[in-house]
């Protein structure tokens, strides 16, 4: 799979990672197919055997590769933070759905450029990223400047101009769900759309959204972790990364609204709608359904 990818990108960036996350994924794959013991980490988050060893294969040979690059990983790894390169890895993206056995799930691995003097909570520049999905066997890859490709095809955003011929992704916190809003906006962009999907792995619903699979996705309270490789999916797609407001997206991840382009700017009014509370569908009660639903059979 290496072999198809084109020659213009950096054989000493995207490819060896790409080797990484393809070792990762495999190992990742075995484990699926036997089966894991799941634990939490907090009240309702999962964590599995199977994020530890990827991540500790895929610290093992981000080191080997590129010995002077910092790591950033979801299970723990905090690793010469302060050099010009970082990675950050997303061992498993979707452990609850490889816990159950649902097949969505991936490697994540993003690269930040630090230029020396950046001060910690500044962004510096994402220029490569690359995703695996080890069941359908896909691995996604982009590099700053070279585009992004899929097992070698390069990748485009899709064209749905309108906000009601677009489908679109989301997802959910596992924690204090109750806190979040995003039910709410999920349910409003349901009427407004083709349909909302919620699969379960941010990194993999913004590499769909390169490929043209998804026409946008937004999500509250990510991690860089989720988003660093995906983000550069989409923008090398010719898509665009932004805040809700259409403000430049930040590493943060507390906002993400990922469109191809297109969609941004009745998706950016859509948010504005919502969050001063204007023309709000309004959606039926189950109570009222129910009322509904017995005038209508008597």
Known sequence: MISQLPDSLNLGLAVPAAAIALEAGLLLHDFHERGVRTEYKGDVDLV???????????????????????????EGTRANLDAEYRWYVDPLDGTTNFAHGFPYFCVSLGLEHR???????????????VIYQP????????????????????LHVSKTTHLQEALLATGFPS??????????FYQQLTLRSHGVRRAG???????????????????FNLNPW???AGALMVTEAGGMMTRFDGSPFRL???????????????????FEDMFA??????????AEFAARRKAFQG
């Open 175 to 184: 924690h204090k769900r109750h806190e979040n809003p995003n039910i709410h």
């Open 252 to 270: 943060e991840s507390s906002e993400i609204l990922a469109t191809n382009g297109l969609l941004l700017p009745e998706l950016q009014s859509f």
């Open 48 to 74: 599995t055997e199977a994020d530890r060893a990827s991540e500790k294969l895929i610290v093992e040979k981000l080191r080997e590769t590129f010995p002077k690059h910092g790591i950033y990983g979801e």
């Open 277 to 286: 509370g204007r023309d709000i569908e309004p959606v039926p009660t189950a």
């Open 201 to 219: 792995a941010a990194a993999l619903d913004l590499a769909y959204t390169a490929a043209g699979r998804f026409d946008g996705y937004w999500e």
């Open 226 to 228: 989720d988003t660093a």
């Open 135 to 154: 069941v359908h066997n896909e691995l996604f890859v982009a590099e700053k400047g070279s585009g992004a490709y899929l097992n070698g095809r390069q």
């Open 115 to 129: 230029p020396p003097g950046m001060v910690p909570d500044q962004d510096g520049e994402i220029v490569a990223g």
